[in-house]
């Protein structure tokens, strides 16, 4: 079993910045992808960004050139660098963890709410 623990969600005003941190913990046996998803009120869950074990990164378009994933495997977190954050980046944030290998397993955090005053 692995535990994902969210921190660094508050409220910001547009144009600020934020930085999420999730950490693994338990048995972290398989390469994995971490992954930052948000769900806004109303709206489906959503990737937000992704750090691939062989070093691929991907960003959903909205957030391009705004945020950065990074990821250190030594400690198993991966963190989110929020710039320039719009109003409409609201959501709660959620870390992820999908094994690579059998069985696969996907994992989630509780989440971290991130909220932005225009």
């Known amino acids: 079993q692995v535990h994902l623990v969210e921190s660094g969600g508050g409220l910001v005003q547009a144009g600020g910045s934020l930085r999420l941190s999730c950490a693994a913990s338990?048995?972290?046996?398989?390469?994995?992808?971490m992954a930052w998803f948000r769900q806004a009120a109303g709206k489906q869950r959503e990737l937000v960004a992704r750090a691939n074990y062989d070093g691929r990164i991907n960003y959903a378009d909205p957030v391009k050139g705004r945020f950065t994933i990074s990821r250190d495997n030594a400690k198993n977190k991966v963190y989110m660098q929020m710039n320039s954050l719009k109003p409409e980046d609201t959501a709660v944030y959620y870390c992820?963890?999908?094994?690579?290998?059998?069985?696969?397993?996907?994992?989630w955090g509780q989440g971290t709410q991130v909220t932005v005053s225009s």
């Open positions: 338990g048995s972290i046996v398989n390469i994995f992808n």
């Open positions: 992820n963890l999908a094994e690579i290998r059998y069985p696969s397993r996907i994992y």
